[in-house]
């Protein structure tokens, strides 16, 4: 069975002041066939989380751990930890102006695979994942996210967890923006995803509405930087009704 491991993670940012700490301290274990939820309020630092073991360089590292069946993440490189099996969904993708959908994908599936896809079977997948995710296959031919819709976005970052096929999925905020029909369509593709042997995710999220879809095994409370609080399904339900004042007046 194949785990994430996050250990006593801390990560700071520049800022204009100087260096500020952002995650105070995070543990947390992520097995194959676990979906886990991380809910918290706004400035937590629940993306930065997401970044971090993807290997954004905004953010540095100043203690700890993350490991992939044993290997260290943080000494790998973007590209290493994708071959590894890790990918993210990012709560806002980036326009890539002049590069289609078709050949970032292939590029993308090339790369962590070490060659090419036959093209006949991969123009065939690619049909069948975009439909999936109710896209039009001549949105293929269009720009990577350029003058994509909220919602056309976020189907394409599914898209591409389907086709590229990780060992682990990190979706942060991939319910934002969403009406009702996107996010079923969104949470279908996630649950794909989830049906498949060993396969894990970490799905960041301020609502319980993506929940009722996507049902997690595990919830995390995130407040200022730590995890306050962990516990089943039934703690989102509560963080629902309750929200996240008996956690941020104690952090105050």
């Known amino acids: 069975m194949s785990t994430l491991e996050i250990k006593d993670l801390h990560v700071s940012v520049d800022t204009e ?38 290997g954004h360089p905004k953010y540095t590292v100043t203690a ?14 973007v590209d ?10 990012m709560q806002y993708p980036v326009e890539v102006p002049g590069v289609s959908v078709a050949n970032f994908l292939r590029t993308a599936k090339t790369a962590i695979d070490g060659e090419a896809p036959k ?14 995710l109710d896209l039009d296959a001549s ?6 996210n350029e003058g994509f819709s909220g919602g056309e976005k976020k189907r394409h970052e599914i898209a591409q ?16 923006g969403l009406d009702i029909d996107a996010l079923k369509t969104v949470s279908e593709g996630v649950n794909r995803f989830r049906a498949k042997e060993d396969r894990g995710v970490l ?36 963080l629902e009704a309750e929200g996240y004042d008996k956690y941020t007046k104690v952090r105050a």
């Open 139 to 144: 949105f293929s031919q269009r720009s990577v």
């Open 17 to 54: 002041d100087g260096a500020k700490e952002i995650l105070k301290g995070v543990t947390l274990t992520i097995k194959g066939g676990e979906t886990h939820a991380i809910m918290g309020p706004n400035g937590s630092g629940k993306s930065t989380l997401a970044y971090s073991i993807a």
């Open 80 to 89: 290493e930890r994708a071959r590894a099996g890790l990918f993210l969904a």
């Open 203 to 238: 799905l960041i999220t301020h609502y319980t509405r993506i929940l009722r879809y996507i049902q997690p095994d595990f919830v995390h409370v995130f407040v200022a930087g730590r995890i306050a609080e962990e516990g089943g399904p039934e703690l989102a339900e509560q």
């Open 119 to 132: 093209l006949r079977t991969w123009v065939k997948d690619v049909n069948t994942a975009l439909e999936q």
């Open 161 to 176: 967890l389907e086709l590229l096929d990780p060992t682990f999925a990190v979706l942060d905020e991939t319910d934002s």
């Open 64 to 77: 700890g751990t993350v490991t992939l069946d044993g290997e260290d993440v943080l000494a790998m490189s």
